[in-house]
Nanobody, 124 residues
Framework: VQLQASGGGLVQTGDSLRLSCTAS????????MGWFRQAPGKEREFVAA?????????AESADSVKGRFTISRDKANTVSLQTNRLSPEDTAVYYC?????????????????WGQGTLVTVSS
């Protein structure tokens, strides 16, 4: 399985970006797919993820992005992250991930596959 993330860039405070991630290699219909980020000198942290429950996807988001970021599972192998009202504290490399799990989706170790990351830089 390969994950390809895109959509990062350099923006100003208050701007928006839409990050997208597409998986190839197998269908990930029942997999959790989500986003993590890692700022310079910091550990990788959970941003948002979707998990499969029969017939629908549930979404979870970190408290730090609730109300500003929205995750959507557009297709079985595609997940997007709409980021609004960005601030310099959101500056990080954003990683897309997929895992064969329906629990603890905030935990990086639950994910089997990772994308290469897309850089988001927010200037003040």
């Amino acid at each position: 399985v390969q994950l390809q993330a895109s959509g990062g860039g350099l923006v100003q405070t208050g701007d928006s970006l839409r990050l997208s991630c597409t998986a190839s290699g197998r269908t990930l219909r029942t997999y959790a797919m989500g986003w993590f980020r890692q700022a310079p000198g910091k550990e990788r942290e959970f941003v948002a993820a979707t998990r499969w429950s029969p017939s629908i996807y549930y979404a979870e988001s970190a408290d730090s992005v609730k109300g500003r970021f929205t995750i959507s599972r557009d297709k079985a192998n595609t997940v997007s992250l709409q980021t609004n009202r960005l601030s310099p504290e959101d500056t990080a490399v954003y990683y897309c991930a997929a895992g064969d799990t329906a629990s603890q989706i905030r935990t990086p170790s639950r994910y089997d596959y990772w994308g290469q990351g897309t850089l988001v830089t927010v200037s003040s």
